[in-house]
Nanobody
Framework: QVQLVESGGGLVQPGGSLRLSCAASGSIFNVNAIGWYRQAPGKQRELVAAITSALATNYADSVKGRFTMSRDNAKNTVYLQMNSLKPEDTAVYYC?????????????WGQGTQVTVSS
């Protein structure tokens, strides 16, 4: 069983920055996919950014140019650098990871961290 623990959320003013971290209890070297989702009140959970097994990073159109996802395999940690934050970025941000073992996919989620963008 893998645990994902997010940190770095908080309250920030519009135009500000935050960096989220997601630490995995297991190795992320061979992860099939790992990324960030968010869920705002009354809305569905949506993909923010993800790194696939092909090492490509995909971003939601709404965050392109403002958010950057990175990974540190040695620390089993991924990061989400969020710049130029907007009130519409307010949401609970969840870390997600998927490993595939013997052709079976195992999905894991963190507990979420609140990001609030407000003046």
């Amino acid at each position: 069983q893998v645990q994902l623990v997010e940190s770095g959320g908080g309250l920030v003013q519009p135009g500000g920055s935050l960096r989220l971290s997601c630490a995995a209890s297991g190795s992320i070297f061979n992860v099939n996919a790992i990324g960030w989702y968010r869920q705002a009140p009354g809305k569905q959970r949506e993909l923010v950014a993800a790194i696939t097994s092909a090492l490509a990073t995909n971003y939601a159109d709404s965050v392109k140019g403002r958010f950057t996802m990175s990974r540190d395999n040695a620390k089993n940690t991924v990061y989400l650098q969020m710049n130029s934050l907007k009130p519409e970025d307010t949401a609970v941000y969840y870390c997600y990871a998927q490993w595939i073992t013997f052709r079976t996919a195992y999905d894991y989620w963190g507990q979420g961290t609140q990001v609030t963008v407000s003046s």
